[in-house]
């Protein structure tokens, strides 16, 4: 019994006792350790862009309190008779997508206490909205995904007697495609899509959309994370519409964009990170984040490419089951003032629809290609529209695409 | 008897308890959700069930994916294991009245998040990083090179965060094991590397086996690293899987390759302790 202690040559009993012994505490540990490896598998992250690296100027304050009375474009009306907000209002936008005082403002003015929350991408926001009961009350939705979040009942009409600064929309704004007559949504801000590059490294002027697909920039370019887009541009290349349904157009842009892969660094939503990084010489790009990139890194130039680009746009919608109705309608109408919609332009550097706000956004802004291209550049764009089902059929393709060799 | 069967039938409850509602029946959403289809908006339609999902998952568009994802997480265990080992020998045998202290300091971060940590190699490994930025400050390199995006990133991200999982079983496994043994070898004229090969390395290898499983299995799941420090190439099943929950929303589709990737890790890690167990322990 004691030689067993004693004899240093593992039989067959010790092995098991130190073997039963060892997977004990192992077992216990490897749990422990396990328990915090899953507390530390934080979900998802995907980097959103839009550091606040803009240099405002001197963003004009949202304190013009409009008379109530009749509601012609006066740069702030008040809806009649005054409506009584809950206390209370929960908002879901992006990170860094609004003015620095257009909440401030608006919780001044109706004593409403505001929630605001960023989310990190925008399907960490569809994907809470799409359980009901995410306890928001106002988000901001691409335009193209309005209709599908209206047939799926996630969103509901808007009281339009709560926003009468709606007569400030720009008239192409006032019955866009995807929300006849803006019932059920405000358009919020508007961008284009083309290509970015830092010129400092490349010497020459790119205008093509085949520059992506140059082996000379092989390792320095980036495509955006996102299906729509990276498909857009692979078609608009090949002269076929953005909203094609056609299966063979469709497989050419997937050869197109698998021809690309090797010679991309990554697919990206932040944009502004890998130009301003220098990772990335030559990026798909949305063009207001250029605009916040060009404040880090001056030599980087946005282009609408000559075969154009994409033209799409953001809006504030309500959420169905939202529980502070009335304050999100004026929230809404809030960001509909032409003051605060100037602000909130100046800030993120993104062009809003708001005719009226045009005399108090920051000049350079208004001449700033990248942000506010001409008639010219626009007519070159195309609109991202809803395909429904069809959907499928890019998702297929880029699931493809980003599984494949 | 019968009442010692009850009072155990008794203390295992909860834990049966937890297994059942956390572990079987997700497994079973995920398997019938997998049979389904997606609707035009991204829901679940389960009005025909079929192995449809299941066929495209082997479809030969996916080897690429699931080889990138074995290779990674084998490089990572190996790695975790080769720089674990070391550091959980040296802990236990000359920390001393440390031991607790250093064992602390190596989970002390997990106690930060996991994907701040992986933002941080970020920007230790961009161009303009500090590698890169030391590198070429002293003169080693004129242009920058491309650290980030590249599967040497990926690897170096997740050992980095997996080493924790090696070092703890290691450290038990190796502290464990009866010093006397060793001295045994010596005094029948083993040298150093003998003692180690023939007696240190055979008796913990169970704290092996725990360690190689407790960084494979996370690691072959883990997403969020390849994503902030891989490139375009670079992409795991695990991607593919977020990707089609989150941007296709294609819940079946990625409900198959989920219950496919869990199945398989899940026969591979029993078929792996049952072989190990058999001929290592005996």
Known sequence: MSDHDRVPVPSGTLARRLAEERLTRRRFLGRLAAVGAGGAMVPLLAACGAGATASPTAAPTATATGTPGPTTSSPSAEPTPAPTPEGELYVYNYADYIGEDAIPSFEKKYGVKVTYDPFDTYETMTAKISGGNSGYDVTFATSVDVPGFLARNLVQPLDLSLIPNRVNLAPEWQDPGYDPGNKSSMPYMWWTTGFAYDTEKIKEELTSWAALWDARWKGKMAMLDDYREAFGAALIRLGYSVNTTSDAELDEALALLQEQKPLLRTYTTDDIGVLSSGDVWLSHAWGSDVYQVVAERPSVKYVIPAEGGIRGSDAMVLLAGAKHPVAANLFINHMLDAQVSAANTNFIGYMGPNAAAREFIDPAILDDPTVNPDKAAIEKLQELLDLGPDLQKYQERWTKLRAGA | MNRDRTRDAVFLLPGLAWLVIFFAVPLAIIFVVSLGSRDQFGGVVLDTLGFQNYLRALEPDFLPTIANSLRYA????????????????????????????????????????????????????????????????LGITGAPIALLNTDLAVVLGMTYGFLPFAILPLYVSIDRLDPSLVAAARDLYAGGRAAFWHVTLPLTMPGVIAAALLTFIPAIGDFVTPDLLGGAQTITIAKVIQSLFLSSKDWPFGAALGFLLIVTTVVATVGTLRILRREVIG
């Open chain 2, 74 to 137: 084998a490089l990572t265990t190996i790695f975790s294991i080769a720089i674990a080992y070391p550091i959980a020998y040296w802990i236990s045998r000359y920390g001393g009245r440390r031991k607790t202290l250093l064992l602390i300091l190596v989970m002390l971060p997990f106690w930060t998040s996991w994907v701040i940590r992986t933002y941080a190699w970020m920007t230790i490994l961009r161009d303009n990083g500090v590698v890169n930025g030391i590198l070429q400050g």
